[in-house]
């Protein structure tokens, strides 16, 4: 069979994107290279799509440096930062599977994720909010045989801890390695590749992982812009977290497919920090479950903040009560609120 007649699409009048997480992102990045990008209002952090491309690109030589071959495992166990984006690109364009970790887990859930996901290298929080993270993560690694590596990255606003700053790290190794035998890794790759590793609570026992492709990813992001009609001038606030695909593919990935801004409150969620970046950042779309929104409209100081920059957003995770939409369409701003439900695999 034709390779190039493998794919079609059906009575839709746009066809699914037949590419790579890493095209789509140079695309993007072509077309609006000065525009915002990528705001983690906690860290003090901002890049264009330009410095987000070339930033995801040093990132990724940097893993090539320290070994990392197209299908291996890469985890991330830490909460929102702009770290875990420029991650989530480059693993994309260097072929590895990113293996997403739930900041809430335990011992032996990480124990657990990282021996069946096979993760090789861990990127990691020194630690949140009550976990240790760094002491969790010595209690079982060694019980974990395919982890080599770890990177250890410090709280906002920290000094570097005992090896040094582990991102930069990172990416001084990536300044070692040609702008060419990245090109040369990003074009052998596929867009069914597997790219990502989700796991689902389930209903009984350990995590379910769901392995995804950037053909599966890429096209949820996009078909989700769509439907929310965004483009570069949306300002998307996304204080939901990055682990699950409500972050990083309803969010990341709807906003890189159509050049608009990913915004980030806070590590999580906190109701005034994600009100008062809405309102400082002029956000277009709000993301959130029910109780977030619910937080939001309860909170002491709901009143003196200005929602009017907001037009859209999406509610999902589980039903919404009819008088919580009815306030968040009208005294919220948002008349375009967008329902969503799926399941990871």
Excluded at 116 to 139: N, P, W
Excluded at 164 to 179: I, K, N, R, T
């Amino acid at each position: 069979m034709n390779p190039q007649l493998a794919y079609a699409h059906g009575a839709a009048t746009v066809p699914l994107l037949g590419e790579t997480i890493g095209e789509n992102l140079r695309r993007t990045a072509e077309r609006h290279a000065g525009s915002e990008a990528l705001v983690a209002v906690h860290q003090g952090y901002r890049a264009t799509y330009r410095q987000l491309w070339e930033q995801a690109g040093v990132a990724a030589r940097g893993l090539l440096a320290r070994g990392v071959e197209a299908g291996d495992r890469v985890g991330i166990w830490a909460p929102n930062r702009w770290e875990w984006v420029v991650l989530q690109f480059a693993t994309a364009r260097a072929g590895a599977i990113l293996v997403n970790i739930n900041p809430a887990y335990k011992t032996a859930e990480l124990e657990f994720v990282l021996k069946q996901a096979g993760v090789s290298l861990l990127v990691l929080a020194r630690s949140f909010r009550d976990s240790d993270y760094a002491g969790m993560l010595a209690e079982v690694e060694g019980r974990c045989p395919a982890l080599r590596e770890t990177l250890i990255l410090e709280p906002p606003g920290a000094a570097p801890g005992p090896g040094g700053d582990a991102w930069e790290s990172l990416l001084a190794a990536g300044a070692g390695v040609s702008e060419e035998r990245l090109a040369a890794r990003e074009a052998a790759l596929q867009f069914d590749d597997p790219i990502n590793i989700q796991y689902t609570s389930g209903t009984t026992g350990f995590p379910k992982g769901a392995t995804l492709s950037h053909h599966n990813i890429l096209n949820n992001g996009f078909f989700i812009g769509e439907v929310m009609r965004y483009s570069e001038r949306d300002r998307v606030c996304i204080p939901v977290p990055f682990y699950h695909c409500f972050g990083m593919v309803l969010g990341n990935l709807a906003c890189t497919t159509h050049g608009a801004a990913m915004v980030i409150p806070a590590e999580a969620f906190d109701p005034l920090a994600t009100m008062t970046t809405v309102e400082a950042e002029r956000c277009t779309a709000l993301y959130g479950v029910p109780t977030m929104f619910i937080a939001e409209l309860d909170h002491p100081q709901f009143e003196r903040f200005d929602f009017s920059s907001l037009r859209t957003g999406i509610m999902a995770g589980s039903p919404c009560p009819v008088e919580v939409m009815k306030k968040v369409r009208s005294i919220m701003h948002m008349p375009e609120m967008t329902i969503c439900y799926g399941m990871t695999e």
